[in-house]
């Protein structure tokens, strides 16, 4: 989903895609919010120490911690600069009234995986020496027209579903997807994303060094499963095509795990991202992980990791300008006017856009800017976060619930997919005793165009929030039965396409590019300017937790020796 030397074609493979709740953050734009999470500890005074560093990370969100995290271990002199009061971006986590709620992604797995085939992030962790205690769960409500049911990670359960709501053959069509992937999982999973660079070094420090277990994978998937890991850069709908599946549920289901997964349907993901999280999901033994106290508790880890190493993180540092000298990124210009030099390099974990609307205008070549400006943008969300009474709420409900309103309009379609979240059923210090906290979210599918423009205080902007949570409402109505009553909830915070924009300083309140498999690949980490480089959503290997944070890694290892880079491999055992 982006550009880059080293990385452009044998990218996806090193990646663990295993999260698809959307990266995204809320915060309400009328209420005082107290935030609990240990982030909120670091200096919220700009700067502290010297206004200096040999790197500046512009951005908490998880790529730019991780990135910053690495260099802190690596023993670089790092210093992140937050404008937000809290770490973390679109995954910080927020109190009201006791409740405390994920502002953005809700569904996770591989924290606990160890080694070369580990989850990006568990991988980061890994080499801060931090970790996340989980709770395990198997499986989530699913709500389609074709009924409703409790689907279940792993080998054998799914076929249940697909005998009472798809067709007489889709058992054996699910059955053959499953034994062409499995094969070529190896290849998805060969090429650890630590060990990635954006140069020449990548040649040791990933080729040389895994090549071996490479080639091994190859051997031992045979000539028909090499054949189909040829196509893992390519579009999985092209897999699905070739081995003739045809059942409208599964296609269906498919495309629905794409777009929450990456934003967009197999015709536009990346065949190597949907065969390590099918492989993931439906193999013996495989659960779903749910980070205790929320996941602000990945963020309070990470800030713990840099701290640790001697990194620095200064909030409610708002950075209004990249500064440019002789064509060279040499640091920042704080909102206040205080200038704050890199003296090796600036790192924006802002998104495409907003990274050059830090930049001076003479500074950027138009070829640049106009493929940032020409890229296509996904929608942005809408977002319910609810507070409220267990009393008359299911004791075995689902932490999460997924609603389908009409497959025939396509799960991109806007106000027609609803994801809902009640993390307390897992974590239940989330929320005051005998409580629920719950997020309801329409994942990247709501257009900015109608929302533009308007004034946040006016009634019209109420009445528009008011007619578009509504979808929201209803699929929560549906979830937890006839015991819950909205009337009845202690707290309502609706959030929208201006809070996005507002709040995360997301262009548009974007989702991030909508690059489609085949059609583009995601701009890599290097910069027309030198000494600035770019980590996040909008750069290789685009949307997510684990692609953003392999993201950060990958700016983390290419600013530093080939050295250093492998040494940190071996003493993390990968």
């Not at 990933?206 to 090549?211: D, E, N, T, V």
């Not at 929320?294 to 990249?322: M, P, Y």
């Not at 979240?421 to 165009?449: I, N, Q, R």
């Amino acid at each position: 989903m982006v550009r880059q030397i080293s990385c452009k074609n044998s990218n996806s493979m090193a990646l663990r895609f295993l999260q698809f709740s959307p990266l995204f953050n809320f915060s309400s734009s009328n209420r005082k919010r107290t935030v609990s999470t240990s982030a909120t500890l670091a200096s919220k005074q700009p700067v502290p120490g010297k206004p200096e560093a040999d790197i500046v990370v512009i951005g908490s969100g998880i790529g730019g911690l991780c990135c910053a995290g690495l260099l802190a271990r690596y023993g670089q002199d790092v210093l992140v600069l937050e404008s937000h009061d809290v770490a973390g971006g679109a995954a910080h986590s927020f109190d009201i009234k006791g409740y405390k709620f994920d502002s953005g992604p809700s569904l996770f797995s591989g924290f606990q995986s160890r080694g070369p085939q580990a989850n990006p992030l568990a991988q980061v962790l890994d080499a801060l020496g931090e970790s996340i205690p989980c709770v395990n769960y198997d499986s989530w409500m699913v709500y389609v027209p074709e009924g409703e049911f409790l689907s279940r990670i792993g080998p054998t359960e799914f076929f249940k579903d697909l005998e009472k709501y798809a067709g007489p053959d889709s058992a054996r069509e699910w059955r053959k997807l499953l034994d062409a992937i499995l094969p070529i999982s190896a290849a998805a999973m060969a090429l650890p994303p630590l060990s990635i660079r954006g140069d020449l070094g990548v040649l040791s420090t990933a080729a040389a060094r895994y090549a071996p277990s490479l080639l091994k994978s190859f051997a031992q998937m045979g000539p028909q499963g090499a054949l189909g890991a040829t196509k893992l850069l390519r579009p999985f709908s092209e897999i699905i095509d070739s081995l003739g599946i045809k059942d409208p549920f599964i296609r269906n289901w498919l495309d629905l795990l794409a777009f929450l997964l990456a934003g967009v349907k197999t015709n536009g993901i990346l065949s190597a991202e949907m065969v390590y999280m099918l492989s993931e999901w439906y193999k013996p033994g495989c659960s779903l992980e749910y980070p205790l106290h929320g996941s602000g508790a990945i963020v309070d880890a990470l800030v713990r990791g840099l701290q640790k190493f001697g990194g620095r993180i200064s909030l409610k540092s708002h950075v209004e300008n990249i500064v440019v000298e002789k064509g060279r990124a040499v640091g920042v210009k704080l909102r206040g006017g205080q200038f704050v030099r890199a003296r090796k390099a600036v790192v924006s974990n802002a998104s495409m856009w907003d990274t050059l609307s830090l930049l001076p205008p003479e500074a950027v070549p138009k070829s640049y800017q106009d493929g940032i400006e020409t890229t296509q943008q996904c929608e942005s969300f809408m977002h319910l976060h609810l507070g409220f009474d267990a009393e008359g709420i299911s004791d075995d409900l689902a932490i999460h619930h997924i609603v389908v309103n009409d497959w025939d309009r396509g799960v991109d379609a806007d106000q027609n997919v609803v994801l809902i979240s009640v993390p307390s059923v897992l974590s239940p210090d989330l929320a005051p005793p005998g409580k629920h906290v719950l997020h309801a979210y329409t994942p990247g599918t709501e257009p900015f165009e109608i929302w533009e423009g308007l004034d946040r205080r006016s009634n019209e902007y109420k009445n528009l929030k008011a007619e578009r949570s509504e979808v929201m409402w209803k699929a929560v109505e549906k979830a937890l039965g006839p015991g819950f009553n909205r009337e009845k909830c202690e707290v309502k915070l609706v959030g929208t396409p201006l809070t996005h924009q507002r709040f995360l300083r997301r262009n548009r309140g974007t989702y991030g590019p909508a690059i489609l498999a085949g059609k583009g690949t995601f701009p890599g980490h290097s910069t027309p300017i030198p000494q600035l480089m770019c980590c996040g959503d909008s750069t290789f290997p685009g949307i997510g937790v684990p692609a953003v944070a392999a993201s950060g890694a990958i700016v983390a290892n290419s600013l530093v020796s080939v050295s250093e880079h492998s040494r940190l491999l071996d003493a993390i055992g990968i």
